[in-house]
Nanobody, 124 residues
Framework: QVQLVESGGGLVQAGDSLRLSCAAS????????MGWFRQVPGKEREFVAA????????NYADFVKGRFTISRDNAKNTVYLQMNSLKPGDTAVYYC?????????????????WGQGTQVTVSS
């Protein structure tokens, strides 16, 4: 099993940047495809970005393309989400997720491990 712990959330103003981190333990991190999702109250958890285990391929939701960047450091067992040009609509709890396999999946059901989430609030 893999354990995931997110950090880096907070309260920022529109246009600001934040970098989220997700530290993994318990399993060979370098073999996992990692993803970021977000959720606001009353709505489904939605896909944000994913990265393959060697970091050679990434995928993004359309609403973050050009603003967010996912990356990973397998030596540190950590995946990052750099968020630039934040908007009030980006306000959500952000979750890190892990799955076995090489495919960049966008469905939350494809991910077997989840972190506890970190709150990101963007004020206008």
């Amino acid at each position: 099993q893999v354990q995931l712990v997110e950090s880096g959330g907070g309260l920022v103003q529109a246009g600001d940047s934040l970098r989220l981190s997700c530290a993994a333990s318990g399993r060979a991190f370098s073999t996992l495809t990692m993803g970021w999702f977000r959720q606001v109250p009353g709505k489904e958890r939605e896909f944000v970005a994913a990265i393959t285990w060697i970091g050679s391929s990434t995928n993004y939701a359309d609403f973050v393309k050009g603003r967010f960047t996912i990356s990973r450091d397998n030596a540190k067992n950590t995946v990052y989400l750099q968020m630039n040009s934040l908007k009030p609509g980006d306000t959500a709890v952000y979750y890190c997720a892990a799955r076995s396999g090489l495919a960049l999946r966008e469905s939350k059901g494809e991910y077997g491990a989840w972190g506890q989430g970190t709150q990101v609030t963007v004020s206008s």
